[in-house]
């Protein structure tokens, strides 16, 4: 039943590729749950900040760049979709545009760093650092600086993570194009997916209460 | 189980269902919604959420131990949230000495 490429992709101690498959993507979802864990806490943390300075955490949310939050968040949204589509043509045998897709998610998720990294330069430039080298004079308080370190500390780690997933999608689109992965066996590209998508979802709570809860 | 069953019209509802949803929290953020501002934009992403997770994670075809596990990693978040946001609400509350009985 099982093709020779099956077998050789299928672990001595899984009796077939559908059940192995299976504990991969639970294994997955564990991992991605501590992931939400560790974001989560920061959230809490968010939270109980605004409760106590509600004022000027308006103020300074609207002290971020309204329109470069608005188009990361297309531009992650998008990029998980293209992530979504190579799964689709994977499994229709489409490898190169598989490929192209990867590629293109992988651009977009560069092109979010880039953009990030712009609005961290805007932020410096009017004195916004995080914690004790906070010195913005248009913003001062206790609770802005504290807005804005969240802020770095928030969207750092999900830019970290959106670091390790441009890394994770070229390697797959890599992976495709020599036929280590195909319409048989594509559990790698089910699972980078997965890390992409979770990352987009960070990224939709971010948004909100840095950018439009101003 | 097998992830074929979500096929690529199902990508292209999604994407455009979260575009629609982004808009949407992007043009309620102008208006002025007092007390419901925060709930509303946070309802807004938790269904952007559900609809990356049920579709493009393929979520909503998975059966046995791994709604299970994410059933109970979504229990663990609700606490931690609820239990923080349960102190930070009331603690003007806790602090006020207790009223005198009848």
């Known amino acids: 039943m099982a093709s020779a490429g099956q077998a050789t992709r299928l672990e001595p101690h899984f009796q077939d590729l559908a059940k192995q498959t299976h504990a991969a993507r639970l294994g997955m979802w564990v991992f991605i749950g501590s992931e939400a864990l560790l974001f989560s806490a920061l959230f809490a943390l968010y939270a109980a900040y ?17 329109a470069l939050g608005t188009i990361m968040t297309a531009v992650l949204l998008t990029s998980s979709f293209l992530v979504a589509m190579s799964l689709g043509r994977i499994r229709r045998r489409l490898a190169r545009d598989a490929v192209l897709f990867l590629a293109g998610a992988a651009v977009l998720g560069a092109t979010f760093l880039v953009l990030k990294g712009m609005e961290y330069a805007e932020h410096f430039r009017d004195g916004i650092y995080p914690g004790v080298w906070y010195r913005a004079s248009a913003l001062p308080g206790q609770g802005a600086n504290i807005f804005f370190t ?49 990352v987009d979802v960070v990224w939709v709570f971010l948004w909100p209460l840095f950018y439009l809860l101003r | 189980m097998d992830a074929s069953r979500i096929t690529e019209r199902t990508y292209w509802r999604t994407w455009i269902a979260l575009m629609a949803l982004a808009a949407a929290t992007f043009g309620l953020s102008f208006l002025d919604l007092g007390m419901l501002h925060v709930p509303v934009a946070l309802l807004i992403a938790g269904a952007k959420a559900t609809l990356i997770a049920l579709f493009f994670m393929h979520l909503v075809q998975e059966r046995g131990s791994i709604p299970i596990a994410v059933g109970i990693w979504f229990l663990l978040l609700a606490i931690l949230i609820a239990l923080t946001a349960a102190d930070v609400l009331t603690r003007d509350v806790m602090l006020r000495p207790p009223a005198s009985g009848p």
């Open chain 1, 50 to 66: 605004r409760v106590a300075y509600p004022g000027a955490f308006e103020d300074a949310a609207g002290h971020t760049n309204l």
């Open chain 1, 150 to 198: 969240l802020y770095y500390a928030m969207t750092g780690l999900h830019a970290l993570h959106v670091l390790g997933g441009v890394l994770l999608l070229a390697w797959l689109a890599w992976l495709v194009r020599r036929g280590r992965i195909d319409d048989a066996y594509h559990t790698p590209l089910e699972l980078g997916g997965m890390y992409w998508h979770f």
